[in-house]
């Protein structure tokens, strides 16, 4: 599996004194995947969302994950302001190895969770390049 969207930092002012802050774009929400014997399991950090608002689509090789809040979403007048509740789009690729058919997901305590199986038998052909 690999993921096919960068990060984008960017430095600000903050009060009197700079501070590098990271700007998240709308296409942001943190995420770990770690893999088992039978599985990648990924893990997207996303509190304060609400369950019915997440989506989550397979097309062709591609995972897509996002959420749309849901209209009226208040919006505070932030005084600071690290995460955000807003919406998102994330995309990994899926390779051969990945039964896409039998993808579950939960949400719970602000993670949702996304089992990825894998193909029984099949696994990941390595290939080392050699730089000349």
């Given at each position: ?64 994950i ?33 039964d ?33």
């Open positions: 599996m690999y993921y096919n969207q960068s990060c984008a930092a960017k430095g600000e002012r903050y009060g009197s004194r700079q501070r590098p802050m990271l700007i998240r774009s709308m296409q942001r929400a943190a995420v770990n995947i770690y893999k088992t014997e039978s599985s990648y399991e990924m893990l997207v950090f996303a509190p304060g969302r609400i369950k019915e608002h997440f989506k989550i689509d397979v097309e062709g090789s591609e995972l897509k996002s959420y749309t809040p849901p209209e009226g979403f208040p919006r505070p007048d932030w005084v600071l302001r690290e995460y955000s509740r807003g919406g998102f789009v994330r995309v990994f690729t899926l390779d051969e190895t990945i896409a058919t039998n993808i579950t997901a939960k949400y719970v305590d602000g993670v949702l969770q996304v089992s990825l199986p894998l193909i029984p038998g099949k696994e990941a052909t390595k290939k080392e390049i050699v730089i000349s």
